[in-house]
Each structure stands twice: as structure tokens, then as C-alpha cells.
């Protein structure tokens, strides 16, 4: 099975807390005086010495956190509307006004402007479901597409061959993965060495084996030992070219097999929390929070369920049936992925994990974040 994938690499600033900063800032920020507000903590940092480091910091990263919001948030109202009319064109000013009521339609007011998150057009036919069966209707319309792997086939085709065996590693498949990374002409000055690091699968028990170089562009490249990291890497540089595009790529083969591991709810007893577990049950400030709001909402989906498989179970469910997929701003700029999930009802996968972590870890059951790379044939992924 072969499968030719492009990234594009999309960093995320990764942080243990948010920052805290003096009202008279926080004021303007929440008025949406955004750039008002960035001059007079520039200003602030650079005039007052009496700052402390841990206060410089925190009103530098805020300072960059606003950057980014204002970079997710570049949408107009006309272009939101000319992307909506492709499929509701009698589209009305009610239907905005209700969209955005509904948190469906995500905007921003921004130094007085009304400005629309990039993906806010895609997303309302993600979240709000009149709006997803009329895009389905013009969708349907449209010659269809060829698929070259039918992952639902597949994930039937792994699920029948463990309930037919005592196998939990099943249909295995064969990758080639192509990666390619490119750098805009003149980002970077002509002459620098520009240094990539591109993600490479580790060799995981007999679940991913066989882990194949092919090729590389530059030739010259760097593997990190299979044990040295979780998150293992190939490593790349090459020297700026002047007017140029900097492109780096690697080619590598994988055999990865489906998992799927048959479980008896009434076999499932309540964890014993040793020392190593309770990281895995604690809140963890600023996106694992138990907050009253969600505490409630836990009561409601939990009922009188005490089996932590089974509760588990209800809240997976709960996420999935209640907070639909859609494009996502950067992490970064949230103060709180949970609550911001439970007040918009709508999250991208790291999102929904989070909030399900939160859940799950309310309830006592022990749980931590793993990601990895999604790869389909015939699709780009990440």
C-alpha cells in the first residue's frame, strides 16, 4: 500500500500556564482594543524597571498571543457570505446574526472591527447541522471522487478478523510516506543554513515495524536512535538560496498493523491510584480544570453509572454526539481548551481529547494524552 502525503508544518507555542497580567491591560484586551493594548505593554515592558521577570514574561507572551488571535481572525463579512452563498445562496442578515448567537459563526471584534476566524465559513458546515445537510445536498450533486483506501472497510475489516481470533494486532499494511517541508523565497536570508527536523516512525513493538529509509532531499540526514525519543525525528539542513523556495523531503517506508482489543465492561474494576497514576487523575491548570460548569454537565452525562469502563464509554460518547469537529484557532491563544470547548461546543481532535481527559479524570479514571500521525493513502495528513 503506497501513500504520498504533504505537510505543512504548523507549530504550536507550547505552555504550563497563561499569563497573568495587570487589569488595566486585561480592560482593553476584553473590549477588543487589541493594539491599543500591545503598545502600552510595549511600552510598559520597556519604561518600568520595577517589573518583575516572571510579570515581563507574562505581558511579553501576551503581547504575542494577541499577534496570533489577530492572525486567525482575517476574515470579512462579505468574504464569510460569498463562501456561504456556494451553498445557501438566499443566505439572509438573520441567518448570520442567528450562526453567530449560536457560537456557530466564530468572529472576533478586534480594534472595532467585526473580524471572522479564517476557517469560521467551512466550520458553520461542520457545526451547525441545517447548514451541514444543505452542504451534503450540493455536495452530493458533484461527481464523486475516487478513494483509494476505504478506512471504514478497513476498520470493519480489523474489528471481524479480532472477534474472530485471539489476535489483537491484525491486516497489517505497508506504507510509503513522502514528506516534504518548503520555506518560502526570502524568509530566511539568503546563505543561512536552515536546520529541519521532520517526524520519523520509531519501530513500536510488533504494532509498527520494519521502518524503512528510502530517500532524502538533501541527501545528507541525520535518524534519531529508535529508543532516544518518544517523539523520534530525521533531521535535515540546507543553505538558503536567494530567490529560491527551501525544500527539504524524505521518503521511508512502514508496516503498521490495525489494533483492536476485545473487552469484558464486567472484567473492569476501578484503578488502584499508585504513585505513578496520579499525575494521570489531577487537574492540570490551564485546559484540565474541574470547574462547577463541568462537574455539572459530568453528573448529567455519568447518571449512576459506576463502572469507569462503562463511564468512560458514556462520555466518549457524549463528546462525539455533542461537540462536532471543526477547524481550530492555535492553542496558545486559549486561556482554557475545556471551557472554551464547553461554552462553543465545537473543538478540533486535540480539543475534543482534552475535554474528554477532563471527564475522565473528574471521574477518577486515570488518563493521558497520546498523538501520533494519522497516514491514509491518497491524503494528506498530520
Not at 438573520?94 to 472595532?112: N, T
Request: aromatic share 10%.
Amino acid at each position: 500500500m503506497k501513500s504520498r502525503i504533504t505537510f505543512i508544518l504548523i507549530v504550536f507555542l507550547v505552555i504550563t500556564s497563561i499569563a497573568q497580567i495587570p487589569q488595566k491591560f486585561q480592560r482593553l484586551i476584553d473590549h477588543g482594543e487589541y493594539s491599543i493594548a500591545q503598545k502600552l505593554m510595549r511600552m510598559e515592558i520597556a519604561s518600568n524597571r520595577d517589573l518583575s521577570p516572571e510579570m515581563r514574561q507574562d505581558i511579553s507572551f501576551e503581547i504575542e498571543r494577541l499577534n496570533r488571535i489577530k492572525k486567525d481572525f482575517t476574515r470579512s463579512r462579505e468574504y464569510i457570505i460569498d463562501y456561504i452563498k456556494q451553498y445557501i445562496p438566499n443566505v439572509s442578515d438573520a441567518d448570520i446574526a442567528k450562526w453567530e448567537r449560536e457560537k456557530s459563526l466564530e468572529y472576533k471584534i478586534i480594534d472595532g472591527e467585526k473580524r471572522y476566524f479564517k476557517w469560521a465559513g467551512p466550520n458553520l458546515f461542520r457545526i451547525d447541522k441545517e447548514a451541514k445537510k444543505k452542504k451534503a445536498e450540493v455536495d452530493s450533486k458533484k461527481p464523486p471522487q475516487p478513494d483509494p483506501f476505504d478506512l471504514d472497510a478497513h476498520i470493519s475489516e480489523v474489528v471481524t478478523s479480532a472477534r474472530q481470533s485471539d489476535k489483537s494486532l491484525l491486516e497489517p499494511r505497508r506504507f510509503r510516506i513522502t514528506y516534504t517541508l518548503s520555506v518560502d523565497e526570502n524568509a530566511i536570508p539568503a546563505g543561512k543554513i536552515l536546520r529541519c527536523w521532520l517526524p520519523y516512525p520509531r519501530e513500536v513493538g510488533e504494532r509498527q515495524t520494519d521502518v524503512t529509509y528510502i530517500s532524502s532531499n538533501p541527501e545528507r540526514h541525520l535518524i534519531a536512535d529508535n529508543d532516544a525519543f518518544l517523539q523520534r525525528s530525521i533531521y535535515l539542513e540546507k543553505p538558503v538560496v536567494a530567490g529560491e523556495r527551501t525544500e527539504f523531503r524524505v521518503v521511508f517506508e512502514y508496516t503498521g498493523h490495525g489494533v483492536f482489543h476485545k473487552i469484558d465492561p464486567q472484567q473492569v474494576t476501578s484503578p488502584v491510584i499508585t504513585d505513578d497514576l496520579k499525575p494521570f487523575i489531577i487537574e492540570r491548570p490551564p485546559h484540565i480544570v474541574f470547574s462547577s460548569e463541568l462537574r455539572s454537565l459530568s453528573e448529567k452525562i455519568v447518571g449512576k453509572q459506576k463502572n469507569h469502563y462503562r463511564i468512560a464509554q458514556k462520555i466518549f460518547k457524549w463528546v462525539d454526539d455533542n461537540i462536532p469537529w471543526a477547524s481550530a484557532r492555535e492553542y496558545s491563544t486559549f486561556k482554557n481548551v475545556s471551557e472554551y470547548v464547553l461554552e462553543n461546543r465545537h473543538a478540533d481532535c486535540g480539543m475534543q481529547t482534552i475535554f474528554f481527559m477532563t471527564l475522565c479524570r473528574m471521574n477518577g479514571i486515570p488518563t493521558r494524552w497520546q498523538s501520533g500521525w494519522v497516514t491514509e493513502p491518497g491524503e494528506s495528513g498530520m
